[in-house]
């Protein structure tokens, strides 16, 4: 009876993983099918020989002996098998003499004993014999603070290691797992694929992107392309045929790519954000694999590649300012569904707002500012009470903070123009009226009470917006006499 070439069952990858391992040449995907529908069918042939032997011997198990019978019949080499009969260990018999009745015996394994003298007389096997040995030898370190450059000491391009690759996202057939490819349809592999490529343009259209115009006014082909895949993604009902899968490309990609381009990350928010607007696709059970990225996003330091990349148009502010106005979308449309969501999340952007400032991993001479900015901008985005909870605290004493992480970590910096101050100023207008429209109605401001109550930082950023300083002052004013304390409901403000 000829081998079947397919089997189905046995992996081609397990056959091309023994050839790595031996010294042949590598084999083809053709090769390795072939010699795994072989080696399945030499499998059911001595398996089936085997359950010939368990029926024989009465029994329902199929013990290792029943398969080294059945490879015996066959006249197939018995791999791995023990030799027979087993040797017998040789137990020693202890005699313990009692003071009444018949001594007693006791058996154990006698220990061979070394004689460590004897042993070490012995010759060297004869691959340790013929080496020639551990030698030793000494050399500078340093002489006077300057290491010498000898062999015996790492150069400095060594020591630094090699050169950091900006990680890319997987795109195009390479982005579609080898389990997708067996349950999904040519079809909508050929969708995911494409959608996927279009989403992450080249490296080389990254900084004009998003929806930059080139100097003729038009767009590239690469965002033509974007904003295409985009659409289809906020429109197209077959999305929920590769939902589970693109909801795990997007979160394995910003998980990979966030010391990547900011664009490339920009591009992935975008891709998050078109998700949420698909009215024609289940999202719910996919909420707990978006959120994590997205506050990756708000919360990582440092955020971006290092050095910067000066033709970027998109700075961390703004890709971090971009992904909170995400979330904000997501707890506003189920916020009321899930009365937990809300609350965690202010929770842990409350967190990461009060903690203490550690030093900067790019060995910075001041902390790193991106975890505040990213809490803040989180807080603005998830509505009025967790701006007046978690930043304003109870009577505007949560601006104190706020303004000693400004001084701490922007010493040489105008205030009003910090990304934590810009942040803390947009979450303030959440609580403030809105301006009128005519200046001769803002009332003249007392900087020494705003320096006083809110820090001097906020005094100086607030110098330009008389209105916002009058009205947190008259906030604090208002919470003082009434004596009000923080609402404890967290509800996302609809907009």
Not at 198 to 205: G, H, K, M, R, V
Not at 472 to 479: C, H, Q
Request: glycine letters at 8%.
């Amino acid at each position: 009876m000829p081998a079947p070439q397919l089997m189905g069952i046995y992996p081609a990858d397990s056959v091309t993983e023994v050839a790595h391992s031996l010294s042949i040449d590598p084999l083809g995907q053709g090769a390795a099918d072939l010699l795994a529908g072989d080696v399945e069918y030499r499998l059911h042939l001595i398996l089936q020989e085997a359950k010939k032997f368990m029926v024989h011997g009465k029994r329902q198990t199929l013990l290792p002996e029943d398969v080294e019978h059945a490879m015996e019949a066959l006249n197939v080499e018995p791999v791995l098998v023990p030799p027979r009969p087993l040797p017998q260990p040789a137990f020693a018999q202890v005699t313990i003499p009692t003071t009444s009745g018949p001594p007693q015996h006791l058996y154990h394994v006698p220990d061979d004993e070394i004689d460590f003298a004897t042993y070490l007389k012995q010759p060297l096997p004869p691959g340790i014999a013929s080496s020639a040995g551990v030698k030793w030898k000494a050399h500078w370190l340093a002489v006077e603070g300057v290491q010498p450059a000898i062999p015996e000491n790492p150069t400095p391009s060594s020591r630094a290691g090699p050169s950091r690759i900006q990680p890319v996202p997987t795109t195009g057939p390479a982005s579609l797992r080898p389990s997708a490819k067996s349950h999904l349809p040519q079809e909508l592999q050929l969708y995911f694929t494409r959608l996927t490529s279009a989403l992450i343009p080249p490296s080389t259209a990254l900084p004009i992107l998003p929806g930059q115009p080139t100097d003729d006014g038009s767009l590239p082909d690469a965002e033509r392309h974007r904003l295409a895949a985009l659409a289809s993604v906020r429109s197209d009902q077959a999305m929920g045929g590769v939902l589970v899968y693109f909801v795990k490309w997007l979160a394995e990609s910003i998980s990979k790519c966030l010391m990547s381009a900011t664009g490339v990350l920009g591009c992935l928010v975008d891709g998050v954000e078109a998700l949420l607007a698909n009215e024609s696709i289940f999202l719910e059970p996919y909420l707990h694999q978006l959120l994590p990225p997205l506050l990756s996003i708000v919360l990582t330091v440092p955020l971006g590649p290092h050095p910067p990349d000066p033709s970027s148009r998109l700075t961390p502010f703004d890709l971090r300012l971009r992904a909170t106005d995400v979330l904000g979308k997501i707890a506003s449309q189920y916020g009321s569904q899930y009365a937990g969501l809300v609350p965690r999340l202010v929770s842990t952007l409350n967190s990461a707002l009060h903690s203490q400032p550690f030093p900067s991993p790019l060995g910075a001479s001041t902390p790193p500012s991106g975890r505040y900015e990213g809490a803040v901008l989180g807080l603005a985005a998830l509505g009025t009470q967790a701006v007046r909870s978690s930043i304003w605290g109870k009577s505007g004493d949560g601006l104190r903070w706020v303004d000693d992480l400004v001084g701490r970590m922007y010493p040489d910096a105008k205030p009003g123009r910090t990304g934590l101050m810009r942040a803390a100023l947009k979450a303030l207008q959440r609580l403030t009226r809105p301006k009128p429209a005519q200046d001769g109605q803002i009332q003249p401001v007392s900087w020494d009470e705003v320096a006083e109550t809110f820090g001097p930082n906020f005094a100086k950023a607030l110098e330009k917006r008389p209105w916002m300083a009058n009205e947190l002052l008259r906030l604090r004013r208002e919470e003082t006499v009434n004596g009000e304390e923080t609402p404890g409901g967290m509800e996302v403000d609809e907009e």
